[in-house]
């Protein structure tokens, strides 16, 4: 990544050196060279930033001086997505330590330069951006004087009408809300930037409301008819302050609660009637969604440094958070201005995965009713029925290669039936609902890990359990497989011979 910093140190040398050398004859080279290495030396990275970071100010909000200057362009340098230098030095963005790092600034002046940073107050730093071009205070009141005019163009709102269709004229509208403890994510539930529709090349006047002067929006005390703020901040007249604030106050008081054609309207029940409403975007709820996002995904120390550990294959053991599966969308397509201040000042916002739920897919279903009637089916074993059923129809195995035949059927049957008994148990946590199930005891005790305890000590169940395989093979399988009409009825002899089979390995079922 490029050193910012760095950078515009040399910039600024570069610049400071080339306008030095107006004042001397290019045939002295002797000054010209010496002058270049006092300039240098000035410029020198360490020694620069721990005497620009400790210029004291006469005035925060207005910078004047050179050096003044010199350090609020510093401040207000671009780093890292978009954060000024300001905004890492006071989280202490490991960002800031590596590129002083990197121009030869040891730790205890890394500290006194961050130190002497945090001791200026952010919001002096949008005076600067705003009137960079007119520092002195005779300028700011003319541009002021300017910007009173233009705000009759706009109108305070807090949820944008364009966000739905470029093109909509109105609403109108301010709401802020109460706040009230009920969980939800609403207007008044949480503390969210204003937002101003105004025309595209007037926004520096949503700029100038965004201020902040002691912590309180300009906004704020124009809504309040506050005069003196200005009388202070600006050192103007209360009669040009009084008449800034008449101005002003247009951009608060021009609601408009018409609706447009573009807007998106619904139905909505009420009593025994409807009411039609249209749907607007709360933009300061959905810029300041953005603002929480991106400093999950993007500008958070912890992100930076696991990220970078991920890049150099390193290993880390930082924990963060993110939030995967965005949209982004942009309002406005090139001309974001045309939307809103703050759509003009995020440019984009976020929409949640909004796909439905993946449902897992279930080859295992863990029975509600009955084992024998929801988890296995009769027909995985017709092969194996129209086997016995020829067998059967040799007037009854009489030889012992035809009952080591038979036996041999009836142990794929059950060697089947424990292997499904097996997988159920494995779904039963997930799946097994009490007040859903109408199995029988003896099954939930085969089958839920719950009742593993009774399943080990008690036979009571196993008894119960194994006359019910027995009966559900001979009289339920097999005859419904081979049909009425073609299956031999056997008396209770076959019965008690399969119940003897299955005690041999009852067993079996209860592990």
Not at 184 to 194: A, E, P
Not at 268 to 284: I, R
Not at 419 to 442: C, D, F, G, I, P
Not at 459 to 469: R, T, V
Request: charged share 30%.
């Amino acid at each position: 990544m490029e050193n910012v910093i760095q950078k515009h140190i040399d910039s600024l040398k570069k610049k400071r050196i080339k306008s030095s050398l107006l004042l001397y004859d290019e045939e002295d080279k002797k000054k010209r060279d010496n002058l270049k290495i006092k300039i240098g030396n000035k410029y020198e990275y360490g020694k620069w930033l721990l005497h620009i970071s400790s210029v004291k100010l006469d005035n925060e909000y207005f910078p004047i001086l050179e050096e003044e200057i010199d350090l609020y362009a510093l401040l207000t340098l671009k780093i890292f997505y978009g954060q000024r230098l300001k905004q890492l030095c006071d989280v202490k963005h490991p960002l800031i330590y590596e590129f002083l790092r990197k121009i030869k600034i040891d730790d205890s002046d890394i500290e006194k330069i961050i130190s002497n940073i945090g001791q200026i107050k952010i919001e002096t730093l949008d005076y600067y951006l705003l009137f960079e071009e007119e520092l002195e205070l005779e300028k700011i009141e003319s541009r002021i004087d300017i910007l009173a005019q233009d705000s009759s163009q706009g109108t305070i709102i807090s949820h944008s009408a364009k966000m739905t269709h470029p093109s909509c004229r109105y609403p109108k509208i301010i709401y802020e809300g109460k706040f009230r403890n009920d969980g939800f994510l609403r207007t008044g539930n949480n503390k969210v930037d204003f937002d101003m529709q105004i025309n595209a090349v007037k926004l520096k006047v949503f700029k100038f409301f965004s201020l902040k002067y002691k912590g309180v929006s300009l906004k704020e005390y124009i809504a309040n008819d506050n005069y003196n703020i200005f009388v202070e901040l600006f050192n103007v007249s209360e009669e040009k302050s009084k008449f800034w604030i008449k101005k002003f106050s247009s951009c608060l008081r021009s609601q408009d609660y018409r609706t447009d054609r573009f807007i998106k309207q619904v139905y909505f029940p009420a009593d025994s009637s409807y009411h039609v409403l249209s749907l607007l975007h709360p933009s300061g709820l959905t810029f300041k969604f953005k603002d929480k996002i991106d400093y999950l995904n993007k500008y958070s120390s912890d992100r930076y440094i696991a990220n970078k550990k991920k890049k150099e294959d390193k290993y880390s053991n930082i924990e963060f958070a993110t939030v995967p599966n965005l949209t982004e969308i942009k309002y406005g397509g090139e001309h974001p201005k045309n939307i809103s201040g703050l759509n003009n000042k995020y440019q984009s916002h976020y929409l949640l995965n909004s796909m439905p739920p993946v449902l897992e897919s279930r080859d295992i279903h863990f029975p509600k009713v009955d084992f024998f009637k929801n988890s296995i089916s009769i027909w995985e074993f017709k092969s194996i029925f129209f086997s016995l059923h020829y067998l059967y129809k040799r007037d009854y195995p009489k030889n012992m290669e035809i009952r080591d035949e038979r036996d041999g059927y009836y142990g794929e049957i059950i060697d089947s039936i424990i292997e499904r008994m097996y997988a159920v148990r494995e779904v039963s946590t997930k799946q097994y609902y009490e007040k859903n199930s109408k199995l029988k005891h003896h099954q939930k005790v085969w089958l839920i890990e719950a009742y593993k305890e009774e399943r080990e000590n008690d036979d009571d169940w196993l008894e119960k359990l194994i006359k019910e395989i027995a009966r559900w093979i001979v009289s339920v399988g097999y005859k419904k497989v081979v049909g009425k009409k073609e299956y031999i009825k056997f008396g209770n002899g076959e019965y008690l011979y399969l119940l003897q089979l299955l005690e041999e390995q009852k067993e079996s079922f209860r592990w």
